[in-house]
Structures are given as structure tokens and as C-alpha cells.
């Protein structure tokens, strides 16, 4: 009779022990199934910023990030399409365009970088300490020196046949000479004008992040049409009824919050040049840094393009011109403007 309750006790504790485990099962089933889709560019992918930046807002929120990295034009397409619970990119005509088309509730400027014009030493189009971009890319057309587009529709692609249109160049009728489309990202674009000997436009923050620069180098920065601003947003719930809204927004609202920004600005990597906040009304005190910044981050808009990487910064500690180089010192993402008072 002992030996029977015994196995009897044995037997509900194993029970219990089985239902429990079942239970905690289908509990981290449902923590785990917690997720948003962000549809982004390559640049915040390759620069490694949501490597660092996601985790930290998953421990904090319980919920998981999934990226979905392309070209801006494509991320806008599949969040056009409903497959995407945030959009994250940086063609701020095609963002005010997805937003006044119904597809997104509002746009959240969030941070900036410039774009550079990078190309082998040789420099055979000259083009090399300059700061006017759209005078560069007629250098570079005129000696039909090669030049590498990505020629994928993205935010980096739009912003190169702006300054190709006003540089008067038809790149259309030069395509498959020394005009070449590589149809990829940022990356693969830049192995391939590495392995060519040719020119590119590049965003700072990829160009920062490669690590097969070859004989490349930054030829031609600080003009403010370089200028390159990211926006984020959430899709349209009234649109797409699956879109997990409150947590699309918990996500873009821990973005603009001193938490988030501070998480952004403490993301460092190897680096050698910098950028500027976005100025306010009044003008805002200098951060002092030890860091160069890959992005500035600013949460207001502003109506002229700030004073970039070539120029004059309110970095006191972060002068580069055009060329200049800081060995040893990392790139940091700076303060938000909410933060310099």
C-alpha cells in the first residue's frame, strides 16, 4: 500500500511537472510570436546601428524587430503593399508622398548623414578635395571616367539622379559606357567600384561600416546638397487592418525618446569623419566630443540643410575637411537637439 502511494505521488508530481513545462511552453511561444515588421534601407542594416539599437529595445518592450532591409523605393513598396508594420527610410519626397497617399499615419524625422562622393587616388576626373558635387559629377561625366550607380531605386540612387538632373548629364544615354548599374545595394555597389577603379555615391554611415575600400577614397563631401535625412513611420492601420499598430508605435515612439536617441548616440564604430546636428531656431550650444558622429539625430525638421561633414560644424571637436582623416577614434551618433539647451 506504501509502495502504491508513492508511486501515485510520483506520478501527479510528474503530471504537474509536464503541465507546467506545457504551459511555460506556450507562454514563450506567445512572448516569442510579439513582433513588428520594419521595412528599411541597407545603410541602417549595413552600418550595423540596428545590430546594436534592437536588442536593447526588444529586453525593454518584450517585442522583436524583424528588419526587412532594401532600397528605399522597394521598403516603400512593401510597406505600399501592407507587408510591413513601420517604415524606416531616407527619400524624404517619396516618404511626404507615401504619407499624403494614405499609406502612413505620420512621418517622424529621426536622423541625418550626408552623402560622399567616393572614387579610386588616381582621381582621373579631378574631381578629388572638392565640395561641389553637382561641378564633380560633370567632371566625371566629361572625362567619361567609370562610375558605379546603384541603380536599385533607393533612397541613395534617387538622391545621385537629383544631382545628375541638375548636373545636366543624361545618364540614361551613358548607361552600359562609363555609366554602370550595378542593380544592388550599397555594399555590393561599393565592391564593385573598389574592384573597377570607379566612382560612387555612397552614404557616410556604409561607407564608414566597408571594409573592402581598396584604393578608394572620400573625394568630394560637405555640400549641402549632400545632405541625407531619414524618416520613420508607421503603415497605415486604417489601410491595413493586420498592422500591428501599437507596437509599430512603441517602437517609433522609444526612437524619439531620450532613451532611445541616447541608445542611437552611444552606437560607435571605426570612423574618420563627422556630422552636424540639425540647427534650431536659435542656435544651439556645440556638443564638445571625443567621437566623430555617423549620424546626427534630430527630431525637428529644418528647412535648409545644415553645415555637413566638409564645412563648419557645431562639433567644436570634430572639424574634418574635405581629406582629413582621424586615426584611432571611433564615429559616434550625437546628442538629439532636444538634448542641447
Given amino acids: 500500500m506504501h509502495r502504491s502511494n508513492l508511486r501515485s505521488t510520483i506520478a ?42 534592437l536588442p536593447r529595445f526588444t529586453e525593454k518592450s518584450g517585442i522583436e524587430v524583424r528588419v526587412v532591409a532594401k532600397g528605399t523605393g522597394e521598403a516603400i513598396k512593401l510597406a505600399q503593399k501592407g507587408d510591413a508594420d513601420v517604415l524606416f527610410v531616407h527619400d524624404r519626397p517619396s516618404e511626404e508622398k507615401f504619407i499624403a497617399e494614405g499609406y502612413g499615419v505620420k512621418r517622424y524625422p529621426l536622423m541625418y548623414n550626408d552623402f560622399i562622393i567616393v572614387g579610386p587616388r588616381q582621381d582621373p576626373a579631378g574631381i578629388g578635395g572638392g565640395r561641389d558635387a553637382v561641378a564633380a559629377l560633370q567632371k566625371i561625366a566629361a572625362a567619361h571616367a567609370p562610375f558605379v550607380s546603384r541603380g536599385d531605386d533607393s533612397g541613395t540612387n534617387k538622391a ?104 542611437i548616440a552611444d552606437f560607435k564604430i571605426t570612423a574618420s569623419s563627422c556630422s552636424s546636428p540639425t540647427p534650431r531656431a536659435r542656435r544651439p550650444r556645440p556638443i564638445r566630443t571625443t567621437a566623430t558622429s555617423l549620424f546626427a539625430l534630430s527630431l525637428r525638421e529644418t528647412k535648409k540643410a545644415p553645415p555637413l561633414a566638409g564645412g563648419a560644424s557645431s562639433h567644436q571637436d570634430c572639424r574634418a575637411m574635405p581629406g582629413t582623416r582621424h586615426p584611432d577614434r571611433s564615429m559616434k551618433w550625437s546628442l538629439t537637439n532636444s538634448q542641447l539647451r
Fill in 160 to 263: 545621385e539622379l537629383r544631382l545628375w538632373k541638375l548636373a545636366g548629364v543624361d545618364v540614361k544615354a551613358a548607361s552600359g559606357g562609363w555609366y554602370r548599374e550595378a542593380g544592388s545595394g550599397m555594399g555590393p555597389t561599393l565592391n564593385t567600384a573598389s574592384a573597377t577603379g570607379a566612382y560612387t555615391l555612397t552614404d557616410r554611415a556604409t561607407w564608414t561600416a566597408f571594409n573592402n575600400k581598396g584604393d578608394l577614397t572620400v573625394l568630394v563631401e560637405g555640400d549641402s546638397r549632400l545632405f541625407n535625412q531619414y524618416g520613420v513611420m508607421l503603415v497605415n492601420p486604417q489601410r491595413f487592418p493586420h498592422v500591428k499598430a501599437a507596437d509599430g508605435q512603441a517602437f517609433i515612439d522609444w526612437l524619439v525618446s531620450p532613451e532611445g536617441q541616447r541608445t
Fill in 12 to 53: 501527479t508530481v510528474l503530471a504537474v511537472g509536464l503541465l507546467l513545462a506545457t504551459a511555460a511552453g506556450f507562454a514563450g511561444a506567445r512572448a516569442g510570436d510579439r513582433f513588428i515588421v520594419v521595412a528599411s534601407t541597407t545603410s541602417t542594416q549595413d552600418s550595423g546601428l540596428f545590430g546594436y539599437i
